[in-house]
C-alpha cells in the first residue's frame, strides 16, 4: 500500500480503510508509520492495529510470520516509509513468498516519488529506466552510471541529499555534461524545488549549495541519439 511521500493529505480513502482495518501492518520503521496513525487519530496501540517491525535487515525473519497471519484470514498491510512498497524498499520478498503460497496479494496505488518527479521534470516521460540508489563508493557509483550511459532514454534514480553533490557530478562525468536533467527535492512538502537545466548545470547549482534538504530524485533526460 502505497503511504505519502510528504504530503499527510495525498493518503487514499482507500488506504486509510486498510491501514485502520488491518490485523497487523507490516512496516519499515515503525515510529513513521505511528506518526501516520497519529494523524489518523488512532494514536495509542489499542487504537490502531499491531506494528511489525519489517525492513531489509529483517525482512527473511518475518516473512513466516506474517504468511500465518495470511494463512489464518487475517489482513496484512504492508508499508513502507513514504512512497510505493518494494520500489527501492523492502517487501519484495514477502510478497514473493506470499504468491508462492498462493496468497492473495493485493496493491493499493497512490504517491510515488519517481513517477511524481519524472512529471515535474520537463523531461520525456517514456520509456524510461528506474535504476534505484546509485552504490555509495565512488568508484562503484561511477562504474554503475557507465553501465547505464548507453540507454537511449530517460533514467530516473534516488538520492541521498548528502551524497547528491558527488553523486551528480560522477552522473555528468558518465552520461555528459550537456544531457538534460532535473533534480527534485521535498516533493509534495511545502518546500518542494526542481532544478531543471544540463546535468552539468545541476550538478553545479547542488554542489554551491551549503547543504542539501529533503529527499531527492533525479531525472536525467535521453542521450544524444546521433552517431
Do not use: W
Not at 3 to 16: S, V
Not at 34 to 50: D, I, M, N, T, Y
Not at 78 to 99: F, I, N, Q
Not at 135 to 164: C, D, I, N, Q, Y
Amino acid at each position: 500500500m502505497a503511504t505519502p511521500i510528504g504530503n499527510l493529505a495525498d493518503l487514499t480513502p482507500r488506504a486509510r480503510e486498510a491501514l485502520l482495518s488491518a490485523d497487523l501492518v507490516a512496516c519499515e520503521d515503525t515510529r513513521r508509520t505511528g506518526r501516520l496513525f497519529q494523524s489518523l487519530g488512532a494514536a495509542g496501540a489499542g487504537a490502531r492495529p499491531p506494528l511489525l517491525p519489517l525492513h531489509d535487515h529483517n525482512e527473511d525473519r518475518q516473512i513466516g510470520r506474517v504468511l500465518r497471519t495470511l494463512e489464518e484470514g487475517g489482513a496484512v498491510t504492508l508499508v513502507s516509509d513514504a512512497g510505493t512498497p518494494l520500489v527501492s524498499d523492502p517487501g519484495y520478498r514477502l510478497v514473493r513468498a506470499a504468491v508462492r503460497q498462493g496468497l492473495a496479494v493485493e496493491a493499493l496505488p497512490g504517491p510515488s516519488a519517481i513517477l511524481t518527479a519524472l512529471v515535474v521534470s520537463g523531461l520525456p516521460p517514456h520509456p524510461f529506466t528506474f535504476l534505484g540508489f546509485p552504490p555509495r563508493k565512488k568508484g562503484r557509483r561511477r562504474r554503475f552510471f557507465a553501465s547505464h550511459a548507453a540507454l537511449p532514454h530517460t533514467l530516473v534514480f534516488f538520492e541521498s541529499p548528502r551524497r547528491a553533490a558527488a553523486s551528480l557530478a560522477d552522473a555528468a562525468d558518465a552520461f555528459g555534461p550537456d544531457r538534460d536533467a532535473a533534480l527534485a527535492r521535498e516533493l509534495t512538502k511545502l518546500h518542494e524545488e526542481v532544478l531543471r537545466g544540463t546535468l552539468g548545470e545541476v550538478a553545479a547549482q547542488v554542489a554551491d549549495r551549503e547543504k542539501l534538504r529533503g529527499e531527492v530524485t533525479v531525472v536525467v533526460g535521453e542521450c544524444d541519439r546521433r552517431p
